[in-house]
């Protein structure tokens, strides 16, 4: 066993032994002040009156310790703060020391202190009060740079604003340290001239490997949140190409403290870079939807779901019932989501959505009356081995939500759909499109009842979500932790993809939008060619790829397309007044013909082979042309 004292191991001083070290400091103070004067044959306190004197001395400097609290801080997390709270503090005792001066010359014709001594004993007390302060942080600061000199990263900060300014200030006093900041760098060239935090500020120029070069610096921390995505990918585009690091953080203002800044410095991440603008959604309309209603989530434990049940909370409505068959998930986001808000009553129910009767007690227990639908099979080669499950969940199971939506008065029925629902290829797809069918042809049949109180349709159409369960993304991170390789079914597959967040975000932005029998489609951005996903991915994660991790091509799976599409050949899209939201025009079909259909899908899902259930959907949408060899001979 082995005993030594660490530096780093020392807990901070308490406040006594502060203002104990304080009091000492003021004493040499006085000190020296006495012998100054001495030496200059002054007299600044007389011998009859140097006991009172320095106890009136000592009784007022600590009592405006007291009042400004100089003993509170950190010694070694020394501030500007600390510095004018001892200013202050000495100042005012001064201050103090002067009248009680006066008014005993005024009073008894005899003074305590020589008053030019009183200037000088309080310049010499804020002097060495502050520099015992300074020496002290300076002390800490450079023991843990000397112990950590192999282990600093150096670090450029992109950007010169007040975010930038407190990251490389909580970058001094983290402990352990990882980063030496070695300058600033930002877009605008007007500030090369100037220095931060005695820190020079270079020029951004498209190429910025000359700047890590010139510094000998290895990593760059993202800190500007003014950067376009542009010009953030072409920064850490440049970083990869010449195999720097790049971090990124958050908004200062979105942290609680500032002790909190360095701690969240994180590896830039795939989702960082594809990050768009922020949606600017319609809090007022939104929120006069769902305030004070009860809103139902169907598939409330997935990755869209759960996100929808946690931004629907901000809006206050007066219940969420949030409605599962996995119990664990369903557990967990209950656990998330149970303080979030305390105005909202949240409801835990397990259901199957395919059995009608166990969801239509949902329906006449909680009597919900805003719906989303977000339960679904989406697995595209699960799905391809079990057409039959997929007929029931995502088409059975969205015809009974639809059906009791409409029976027990639900105003606003939104359903999440996908954009391989379009020109379906595979059997995840057309079951989508289904079920996309059925919700229209039932809305278009209530509007041509002319039914006022008739609950408003309005499903929402869109790609790939990043992060998603199912999604590459979490996939490809496995994949990198695990050493690879990275599966790829094609090198040229492409797909579009949308944060979690902003999906949900344009969901809700939608259903309160929908007048009824509208697919709305979102706006996904530049679609993305996966193999270069996996690449970015692989250097981000600071290996090379088909060097250190691996890429493998698998070949397409049964039924996936090398490009997905947001709406049919036979369309057109309609603006709205939201720039990312458009409408799709599909053409409406009778109820009864869509009804009759489904039914006899349903049964054939129950009694017949895959075949059968693959043929039987392909006449309900003809466009459905199968990708899978094995179901390509039942084309119509």
Same mark, same amino acid.
């Given at each position: 066993?082995?005993?030594?004292?660490?530096?780093? =191991?020392?807990?901070?001083?308490?406040?006594?032994?502060?203002?104990? $070290?304080?009091?000492?400091?003021?004493?040499?103070?006085?000190?020296?002040?006495?012998?100054?004067?001495?030496?200059?044959?002054?007299?600044?306190?007389?011998?009859?009156?140097?006991?009172?004197?320095?106890?009136?001395?000592?009784?007022?400097?600590?009592?405006?310790?007291?009042?400004?609290?100089?003993?509170?801080?950190?010694?070694?997390?020394?501030?500007?703060?600390?510095?004018?709270?001892?200013?202050?503090?000495?100042?005012?005792? $001064?201050?103090?020391?002067?009248?009680?001066?006066?008014?005993?010359?005024?009073?008894?014709?005899?003074?305590?202190?020589?008053?030019?001594?009183?200037?000088?004993?309080?310049?010499?007390?804020?002097?060495?009060?502050?520099?015992?302060?300074?020496?002290?942080?300076?002390?800490?600061?450079?023991?843990?740079?000397?112990?950590?000199?192999?282990?600093?990263?150096?670090?450029?900060?992109?950007?010169?604003?007040?975010?930038?300014?407190?990251?490389?200030?909580?970058?001094?006093?983290?402990?352990?340290?990882?980063?030496?900041?070695?300058? $600033?760098?930002?877009?605008?060239?007007?500030?090369?001239?100037?220095?931060?935090?005695?820190?020079?500020?270079?020029?951004?120029?498209?190429?910025?490997?000359?700047?890590?070069?010139?510094?000998?610096?290895?990593?760059?921390?993202?800190?500007?949140?003014?950067?376009?995505?542009?010009?953030?990918?072409?920064?850490?585009?440049?970083?990869?190409?010449?195999?720097?690091?790049?971090?990124?953080?958050?908004?200062?203002?979105?942290?609680?403290?500032?002790?909190?800044?360095?701690?969240?410095?994180?590896?830039?991440?795939?989702?960082?870079?594809?990050?768009?603008?922020?949606?600017?959604?319609?809090?007022?309309?939104?929120?006069?939807?769902?305030?004070?209603?009860?809103?139902?989530?169907?598939?409330?434990?997935?990755?869209?779901?759960?996100?929808?049940?946690?931004?629907?909370?901000?809006?206050?409505?007066?219940?969420?019932?949030?409605?599962?068959?996995?119990?664990?998930?369903?557990?967990?986001?209950?656990?998330?989501?149970?303080?979030? =808000?305390?105005?909202?009553?949240?409801?835990?129910?397990?259901?199957?959505?395919?059995?009608?009767?166990?969801?239509?007690?949902? $329906?006449?227990?909680?009597?919900?009356?805003?719906?989303?639908?977000?339960?679904?099979?989406?697995?595209?080669?699960?799905?391809?081995? =079990?057409?039959?499950?997929?007929?029931?969940?995502?088409?059975?199971?969205?015809?009974?939500?639809?059906?009791?939506?409409?029976?027990?008065?639900?105003?606003?029925?939104?359903?999440?759909?996908?954009?391989?629902?379009?020109?379906?290829?595979?059997?995840?797809?057309?079951?989508?499109?289904?079920?996309?069918?059925?919700?229209?042809?039932?809305?278009?049949?209530?509007?041509?009842?002319?039914?006022?109180?008739?609950?408003?349709?309005?499903?929402?159409?869109?790609?790939?979500?990043?992060?998603? =369960?199912?999604?590459?993304?979490?996939?490809?991170?496995?994949?990198?932790?695990?050493?690879?390789?990275?599966?790829?079914?094609?090198?040229?597959?492409?797909?579009?993809?949308?944060?979690?967040?902003?999906?949900?975000?344009?969901?809700?932005?939608?259903?309160?939008?929908?007048?009824?029998?509208?697919?709305?489609?979102?706006?996904?951005?530049?679609?993305?060619?996966?193999?270069?996903?996996?690449?970015?991915?692989?250097?981000?994660?600071?290996?090379?790829?088909?060097?250190?991790?691996?890429?493998?091509?698998?070949?397409?799976?049964?039924?996936?397309?090398?490009?997905?599409?947001?709406?049919?050949?036979?369309?057109?899209?309609?603006?709205?007044?939201?720039?990312?939201?458009?409408?799709?025009?599909?053409?409406?079909?009778?109820?009864?013909?869509?009804?009759?259909?489904?039914?006899?899908?349903?049964?054939?899902?129950?009694?017949?082979?895959?075949?059968?259930?693959?043929?039987?959907?392909?006449?309900?949408?003809?466009?459905?042309?199968?990708?899978?060899?094995?179901?390509?001979?039942?084309?119509?």
């Amino acid at each position: 066993m082995q005993f030594g004292f660490k530096l780093e =191991n020392l807990g901070y001083l308490p406040r006594w032994m502060v203002l104990f $070290f304080d009091v000492v400091i003021l004493f040499l103070a006085g000190f020296t002040t006495y012998f100054f004067f001495k030496g200059l044959k002054l007299i600044y306190i007389k011998n009859e009156l140097l006991l009172v004197s320095s106890m009136i001395y000592f009784v007022v400097n600590v009592f405006f310790f007291w009042v400004f609290r100089t003993y509170s801080g950190i010694i070694r997390h020394s501030s500007y703060v600390d510095a004018l709270k001892i200013f202050f503090a000495q100042f005012f005792s $001064f201050a103090f020391l002067l009248v009680i001066n006066y008014s005993c010359i005024f009073l008894f014709d005899k003074k305590f202190f020589l008053t030019t001594g009183l200037i000088i004993n309080g310049c010499l007390s804020f002097s060495f009060l502050f520099l015992y302060r300074v020496v002290v942080k300076q002390s800490f600061e450079r023991y843990f740079h000397n112990t950590n000199t192999n282990k600093l990263t150096n670090a450029l900060i992109f950007g010169s604003d007040a975010n930038a300014i407190a990251l490389a200030n909580a970058l001094k006093v983290e402990l352990p340290r990882r980063f030496k900041v070695t300058g $600033f760098i930002d877009i605008s060239d007007q500030n090369t001239t100037k220095r931060l935090l005695d820190l020079p500020i270079f020029h951004y120029e498209q190429n910025i490997a000359t700047l890590f070069n010139d510094t000998e610096t290895e990593a760059l921390i993202i800190a500007d949140k003014n950067l376009s995505k542009e010009e953030r990918s072409q920064i850490v585009e440049d970083c990869l190409e010449y195999d720097f690091k790049v971090y990124t953080i958050p908004l200062v203002a979105d942290l609680e403290g500032q002790n909190e800044i360095s701690k969240t410095i994180k590896n830039f991440e795939i989702l960082d870079l594809l990050e768009r603008k922020p949606i600017v959604l319609d809090t007022k309309a939104i929120s006069g939807q769902l305030k004070g209603k009860r809103v139902m989530v169907t598939g409330a434990a997935g990755s869209i779901g759960s996100e929808i049940v946690r931004q629907i909370l901000s809006f206050e409505p007066k219940k969420i019932i949030v409605v599962d068959q996995a119990e664990t998930p369903l557990h967990h986001l209950s656990l998330e989501i149970l303080n979030v =808000n305390p105005n909202v009553r949240i409801v835990n129910v397990i259901s199957d959505i395919r059995i009608k009767d166990t969801i239509e007690q949902v $329906f006449i227990k909680y009597k919900p009356e805003v719906v989303y639908h977000a339960a679904a099979y989406k697995h595209v080669p699960l799905m391809e081995e =079990n057409p039959a499950q997929a007929v029931f969940t995502n088409v059975m199971g969205t015809k009974n939500i639809a059906d009791l939506s409409y029976q027990y008065g639900v105003e606003r029925f939104v359903m999440v759909s996908t954009d391989k629902a379009v020109n379906p290829s595979n059997v995840m797809g057309a079951s989508k499109r289904i079920a996309e069918k059925y919700v229209q042809s039932l809305d278009y049949k209530l509007k041509l009842q002319n039914d006022n109180a008739r609950t408003k349709y309005i499903t929402t159409r869109f790609g790939n979500v990043l992060g998603s =369960n199912g999604s590459v993304v979490p996939l490809f991170s496995k994949q990198i932790q695990e050493g690879g390789p990275l599966t790829i079914t094609h090198p040229e597959i492409i797909r579009y993809f949308m944060t979690i967040p902003e999906a949900c975000q344009l969901v809700l932005e939608a259903g309160i939008m929908g007048n009824g029998g509208e697919i709305f489609i979102f706006d996904m951005g530049e679609p993305v060619k996966i193999i270069d996903l996996a690449k970015k991915m692989i250097r981000l994660a600071g290996y090379i790829p088909d060097k250190d991790i691996k890429i493998k091509i698998i070949g397409l799976r049964p039924g996936e397309k090398l490009y997905e599409e947001l709406l049919n050949d036979s369309s057109k899209n309609l603006a709205t007044h939201h720039e990312k939201i458009m409408i799709a025009e599909e053409n409406y079909h009778h109820f009864d013909e869509v009804n009759k259909s489904i039914d006899e899908l349903i049964e054939i899902a129950k009694f017949k082979t895959n075949h059968s259930i693959v043929s039987k959907m392909k006449k309900i949408v003809p466009e459905y042309k199968s990708l899978n060899s094995e179901y390509q001979a039942l084309d119509v």
